[in-house]
């Protein structure tokens, strides 16, 4: 009897131990796969069979990983990082849009795709509406986009702009400690 109702328990601990390791790491994501993140991160160049000997195990477990983390959704591809000056792109701002109703978003988000030169755009909460992040080749490309593009897109009420002077720097998060 009492074996009974100390298994009981114990299944029942276990059980919920582990529904809540699922609930922290839905994707079922372990200690390698955010090491190999963490260093790909860093270095997405670096090749399966270095990465596997810095890890400790074989290219083929690194490349089998990696697909199955962009299969999930947890990799969305690689990037290569340019210095845009050395290319004759000398102006980075932030433009801070105010819409003039929250329910615009998407409206605006699809015209705002269409201009090439905004790199990144987030939905935000506090002062803006939306933030973006601009690359242009000159202040006067910058200017025309602010004054022709932005101001004739509907749902736009008003914009902000932030030109940054320089970026001290730039890091991924280290998510190889996150278990």
């Known amino acids: 009897m009492i074996f009974a109702i100390i298994s009981k328990k114990y ?18 994501i372990d200690k390698l796969d955010l090491q190999i993140i963490s260093e790909m991160s860093t270095d997405a160049s670096i090749s399966y069979a270095e990465l596997g000997k810095k890890l400790f195990v074989s290219g083929g477990t690194i490349h089998v990983r990696i697909k199955k983390l962009h299969e999930m959704g947890v990799i969305k591809g690689t990037r290569l990082q340019v210095n845009l000056r050395a290319i004759g792109y000398d102006v980075l701002a932030f433009i801070g849009i105010y819409l003039e109703k929250s329910s615009l978003y998407e409206t605006v988000a699809k015209q705002l795709l269409k201009i090439p030169q905004i790199v990144r755009l987030n939905y935000t909460t506090g002062s803006y509406s939306m933030f973006a992040e601009i690359i242009c080749k000159d202040s006067g490309e910058l200017r025309k986009i602010l004054q022709d593009d932005l101001q004739h897109i509907k749902g736009i009420e008003r914009t902000e702009t932030i030109i940054s002077l320089e970026e001290s720097f730039s890091r991924p998060i280290n998510v190889s400690e996150a278990i």
Do not use: G, I
């Open 11 to 28: 299944l029942f601990l276990e059980k919920n131990l582990n529904r809540v390791a699922k609930m922290s790491h839905p994707l079922n």
